[in-house]
């Protein structure tokens, strides 16, 4: 199969190395036009030459042709210059090339190694220190890979050996000495080699096991004659080296990389962390790096125009090539030669292998941030007391939350939880380590099959033909799925130990694998159905490449994988998901089952899917209902519903009864649908207007349905209710009990009354506020926008409700000219609180402790010097949870899964749903990103459960009255006079 393509050169351009007929300094990237829509096997460039390798084997090599080496002949021409590029035969087809000082090294696709140039060294391996004008055969056989230094070579055989010969001034032979080698020399000390690159006067080496091997000249002074171990990339997954004259880089499986000067321990490289980095070079002082997305970075010494761009040169910074792919880079002394990939078809072929890179890497991350830790998790002898959220009180929350009494457990009940923990590993994580292994080697392959100009197709479709034993892990891991995530969440909320480790190291990879653009969750659910998603990526990607393939062997080579994944897939979602199709798997989220749900997609698919035959998913539909005039209107949805109810379904079979049954039970989900959403608080308020000629288009529809169908006797139903006008009932008054008054006659104080009769009281009155406000409040930040009382009316009540009660406190406070009876105020507004919060009405709570830690209160330090430690304790604790921090962490741990009746505080609410808003309304790819409205339903709906139940209606009406006239009296204070009056008082 042909490509298209570009070469670019840059940098250096003496002895006309770049092939521009030019030895001027070339800064940015240049296309060569002389070799433009060639197709190459292997590029590479040495100090003073570029060499390639065309698809016919084909040796093409420009730049130095004579050295001043006793005049020897490097490229087989005469010329001291070769400024286009010569074409070289050998006889055989080439397949591999290298370029050092002054000699070259080229590998026949036979696996013989052919050497020519300057060979005063012993670096041509032919016995002698003769140059070689014509390329000659170097006696090892079954090689490789060739891998040239400055003045040495190292060849890598099929059988994993390494033979070194020329220079070996600092040991870079590896050989035990540092005696020149003429001839093709053992290198003994390693073994099973399967990568080799050579730099000035040292080498790298990556065996089979990952291990990295360095020989030479390893820091100023000091060299190493045979091959020792670098322990820190031990577990790594080292795939390629690369040497400089002072650097040396390392590359993960995983595509990070990691750089190191001579003598100094290598550092992981930040700055392409988040990017999927799958090709590594050095020049004598400058790095390059190609990534999964055909991007080129480059950085180090640039004086010579070597990294193509301007910029700082300390940092990888992406050179420009317009849209071009960059799919192979090789670095010469000072300059540099780059060859694009520009066919639609090889492109897939590279998102192959970008795709399986970003899969293996979240397998890592599974087994080293959750794999590896819940290994070796163990429940200690001593273990914190745990305590109820049922009936939460402050002591209970104090003790959680400040010193935790541990009681010591009992032995017995401590093995059997340590049991069921590794019980639910295995279940979990059963034949993880074999899904890992398997996709290591694929990786492997693919990157072996693209580590070239044009990536070798076969191969790479080789890699997925996958044994029959291969894909059976997948159908062992999709059979215990569900049974194994359901375990999980039982004992992550059974446990708490379990779920706090869970939950650290899901925070740990998110902080440190998420790019600074945004973060990205890691989580162990998500994580462990990368599997299945996985099978579903193959499917699509696969049906790409057959689009733009027209070769018969390859077309049968994406068949049969892309059956076999399809089948996998197709089995574990029916067998596992009743929530969606195969086909949805990639768009789906999660839910907190551990099970994939909608996640997006265009209006028109998300009402089939809303109407689906088989799959039902009723927080769809309430999210759906909640949300969907956020991303469309009410007479489009109503348009999509009534062709839904018409349209015969196409169905993959012919079978008109089959086509008829599916027609029938669509039918009825849009009648479902239908009358939800008349019905519903959350959405009925669309047919208010009972003569609008939305309402007269959905009775139209419903009168229209025939007496026969099936739907008849619900679509009369609905149609009743609809004409009844009972779609929305109006919500009565707020129960203000008596309208705020001054009423001189009342002899009353703030301790009149007792702390739990003003709690009562302040509970009911909260719960009416609360209760109020109507879901579609929630939404878009409607308090926030200037017309925030036509948008979230309720809303806004409750929030001047909040900042009146914190007045209030303050007033009552401050109002006493004793201090005395201003402390004794003071405590009783602790207390007042604290019932409060027995009684579960944060949102009370929080204003009254607003009021407490204004200014205008906390400057009265006598009155505050006044109240015993465990007041002082008590309010400080309280303040600590509901103002301690930004993201209320200690808040909602307390209100989790509380029982009602409850209010909650409204601004923890309200910032959760500012997040969510943030995120974009439509997918990457495009369509609806239902995924953010299904959270921000869930966080509306979860609320609204607290308004089902109602606190009692308390209060006497001495209470009533003195409140509401001390309310006012706050009210017309505000905080500006209640500031001034504190200062007269302190």
Not at 598 to 611: A, F, P, S
Request: charged letters at 25%.
């Amino acid at each position: 199969m042909k490509t298209s393509g570009s070469v670019f050169v840059w940098g250096d351009g003496f002895y006309g190395k770049l092939g521009n007929f030019q030895e001027e300094v070339v800064g940015s990237p240049y296309e060569l036009s002389s070799l433009e829509n060639m197709q190459f096997s292997s590029v590479c460039c040495g100090p003073h030459n570029s060499a390639f390798i065309d698809d016919l084997g084909q040796l093409l090599i420009m730049g130095c042709g004579m050295s001043g080496y006793e005049s020897s002949i490097i490229i087989g021409s005469e010329d001291e210059k070769q400024m286009s590029p010569l074409s070289i035969t050998l006889g055989e087809e080439i397949h591999d090339i290298s370029v050092g000082n002054y000699h070259i090294v080229a590998l026949s696709k036979g696996g013989t190694a052919y050497t020519w140039g300057w060979g005063g060294l012993g670096q041509l391996g032919h016995g002698t220190i003769d140059n070689v004008a014509q390329p000659k055969r170097v006696p090892i056989k079954c090689v490789k890979q060739v891998s040239s230094g400055t003045k040495f070579t190292i060849l890598l055989t099929d059988f994993g050996e390494l033979y070194a010969f020329g220079n070996n001034d600092h040991g870079q032979l590896g050989v035990g000495n540092t005696i020149n080698q003429l001839t093709p020399t053992r290198v003994k000390k390693v073994d099973n080699i399967t990568y080799i690159s050579c730099g000035v006067s040292h080498a790298l080496a990556i065996d089979s096991s990952k291990r990295v091997w360095l020989w030479g000249q390893v820091s100023q002074g000091k060299i190493q004659t045979i091959p020792i171990e670098i322990e820190f990339f031990k577990d790594l997954d080292i795939w390629r080296v690369a040497c400089g004259e002072w650097q040396s880089m390392a590359l993960t499986q995983y595509g990070r990389v990691y750089t190191w000067g001579m003598g100094e321990e290598p550092t992981l490289l930040l700055d392409l962390l988040y990017i999927p980095i799958r090709q590594i070079r050095c020049g004598s002082f400058h790095m390059c790096a190609t990534d999964d997305n055909g991007k080129l970075y480059t950085w180090g010494r640039g004086s010579s125009g070597q990294l193509g761009r301007e910029g700082d040169k300390d940092l990888p910074i992406a050179v420009d090539v317009g849209d071009k792919y960059i799919s192979y880079i090789s670095c010469g002394d000072y300059h540099n030669v780059a060859v694009t990939c520009e066919t639609e078809f090889y492109n897939l072929c590279f998102d192959l292998l970008s795709m399986e890179r970003e899969y293996v890497s979240k397998l890592h991350i599974l087994q080293l941030y959750y794999y590896d830790p819940l290994k070796n998790f163990q429940v200690p002898e001593r273990r914190e007391r745990t305590w109820s959220r049922s009936s939460v009180r402050l002591s209970d929350v104090k003790g959680a939350l400040r010193s935790p009494k541990s009681s010591p457990s009992k032995k017995q009940e401590r093995v059997k939880i340590n049991a069921e923990v590794n019980d639910l590993i295995e279940k979990v994580f059963g034949n993880f380590q074999e899904i890992l292994s398997l996709h290591k080697n694929i990786l492997l392959k693919f990157d072996e099959a693209c580590d070239s100009p044009t990536p070798n197709v076969y191969k790479i479709l080789q890699a997925l033909r996958m044994k029959i034993e291969d894909f059976g892990v997948y159908i062992r891991y999709g059979d215990g799925y569900n049974n194994a995530i359901s375990s999980l969440i039982i004992m992550m909320k059974e446990n708490e130990l379990l779920n706090n480790l869970i939950s650290t190291q899901s925070n740990l990879a998110s902080e440190f694998y998420s790019p600074p653009s945004g973060r990205r969750s890691f989580s162990l659910l998500e994580l462990l159905i990368e599997p299945i998603k996985h099978m579903a990526r193959y499917t699509r990607q696969l049906s790409q490449l057959l689009e733009y393939s027209s070769d018969k062997i390859l077309q049968n080579e994406i068949y049969y994988a892309q059956a076999r994944f399809n089948g996998i897939l197709e089995r574990v979602c029916v067998q596992n998901f009743n929530l969606v199709h195969p086909t949805e798997i990639l768009t789906s989220t999660l839910n907190e089952y551990g099970h994939p749900e909608i996640g997006g997609g265009r209006l028109e698919v998300l009402v089939e899917r809303l109407t689906h035959h088989q799959f039902i998913d009723m927080d769809f539909l309430n999210a759906f209902l909640l949300t969907f005039r956020l991303f469309t209107n009410k007479e489009t949805f109503l348009e999509l519903l009534i062709a839904r109810y018409y349209d015969r379904p196409v169905l993959h079979e012919d079978d008109e009864m089959e086509v008829d049954a599916v027609h029938r039970l669509i039918q009825q989900r849009v009648m479902h649908v239908l009358q939800s959403w008349i019905k519903s608080r959350e959405s009925g308020y669309d047919f208010e207007d009972r003569h609008s000629d939305f309402v007269k288009q959905c009775t139209t529809f419903l009168d229209g349905i025939n007496d026969s169908s099936e739907c008849a006797p619900q679509a009369k139903s609905v149609l009743r209710y609809l004409q009844s006008g009972n779609a929305i009932a109006p919500m009565p008054p707020i129960r203000t009990e008596v309208p705020p008054r001054r009423d001189t006659s009342l002899n009353l104080g703030l301790r009149s009354f007792d702390p739990q009769e003003i709690a009562d009281y302040f509970a009911w009155v909260d719960y009416d506020y609360f209760r109020r406000i109507h879901p579609k409040e929630f939404l878009r930040q409607g308090w926030e926008k200037s017309n925030s009382e036509e948008l979230a009316p309720n809303i806004v009540l409750m929030t001047r409700r909040f900042n009146l009660i914190s007045e209030w406190t303050i007033y009552e406070i401050v109002c006493e000219t004793k201090e005395k009876e201003r402390s004794a105020n003071l405590l009783h507004m602790i207390l007042v609180a604290k019932c409060l919060l027995d009684m579960k009405d944060y949102n009370g709570v929080a204003a009254i402790l607003g009021g407490i830690n204004n200014t205008s209160a906390t400057r009265l330090k006598k009155t505050f010097s006044k109240l015993t430690t465990k007041y002082e304790g008590l309010v400080t604790e309280m303040t600590r949870i509901f103002l301690g921090d930004g993201n209320f962490s200690l808040l909602r741990q307390l209100s989790a899964n509380i029982e009602p009746p409850s209010i909650p505080y409204l601004p923890v609410i309200l910032k959760d749903l500012i997040f969510m808003d943030e995120l974009p309304d439509n997918l990457l790819g495009g369509g609806i990103n239902f995924y953010k409205w299904r959270q921000m339903s869930k966080v509306v709906n979860e609320t609204l459960q607290y308004q089902l139940t109602p606190y009692p209606e308390m209060g006497a009406d001495d209470l009533k009255l003195w409140m509401s006239q001390r309310l006012a009296e706050a009210s017309d204070l505000g905080m500006n006079g209640l500031y001034k009056l504190s200062k007269k008082r302190e």
